[in-house]
């Protein structure tokens, strides 16, 4: 291979397997062949592009561990309008649940399962009864309400909450 001195420009001619620094005949300058050079360019491009991909993959992995962790990032949320009891049985009283499910994003979702929990006075999960909403797909920005009625719920029930069947997505808590 042929080699320029980096100062005086005289050329040499190497064998092509030289890597040790070699030096000018007519300045003195001293300097490592181009092959050596770029070897380690290609070794510096390598990293570079190792340190590119990390930075990606963490820059993926923070996007999707905040959409999971902010409550505002999620796409479907479901509210309770209306709680109220019916007595026909004063032993066993009906409890109907109203409240809407809403897509705030911008694409179309597939509606879950929502699950109605109702907690004693002490703040533990009593009943937990999982239904159908009437709607099965949301288009973005669309709400759909539901309104379901359980029965044979013993009394002392002090708060209700629904949640959709998702378990990174829930309602009011
Ligand atoms: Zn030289």
């Known amino acids: 291979m042929k080699i320029k001195c980096e100062v005086c420009k005289t050329e040499y001619a190497l064998p092509n ?4 620094p070699v030096r000018c005949a007519v300045c003195g ?4 062949p181009p092959r050596a ?9 390598i990293a570079s592009l190792c340190a590119l991909l990390a930075a990606t993959i963490f ?33 066993t009283p009906k409890i109907v649940v ?3 499910v809403t897509n705030r994003s911008d694409d179309i979702y597939g509606l879950p399962d929502l699950i109605i929990v109702l907690y004693d006075a002490a ?13 099965t797909l949301l288009d973005a920005g669309q709400s759909v309400e539901f309104s ?14 629904v949640e959709l069947m998702e378990a990174e997505q829930g309602g009011t808590k």
């Open 59 to 91: 820059a993926v992995a923070v996007i999707v561990t905040s959409r999971r962790d902010d409550p505002n990032k999620r796409p479907l949320v479901a509210t309770i309008t209306d709680v109220s009891t019916i007595n026909e049985d004063e032993n």
């Open 123 to 135: 703040g533990a999960p009593v009943v937990r009864q999982k239904f159908m909403p009437s709607a």
């Open 37 to 45: 050079n770029r070897r380690s360019g290609i070794m510096v491009f």
């Open 29 to 32: 300058n001293v300097w490592t």
């Open 148 to 161: 379901h009625t359980l029965s044979g719920i013993e009394g002392g029930v002090k708060r209700v909450s």
């Open 17 to 20: 397997d030289t890597t040790c």
């Open 98 to 100: 109203k409240g809407t």
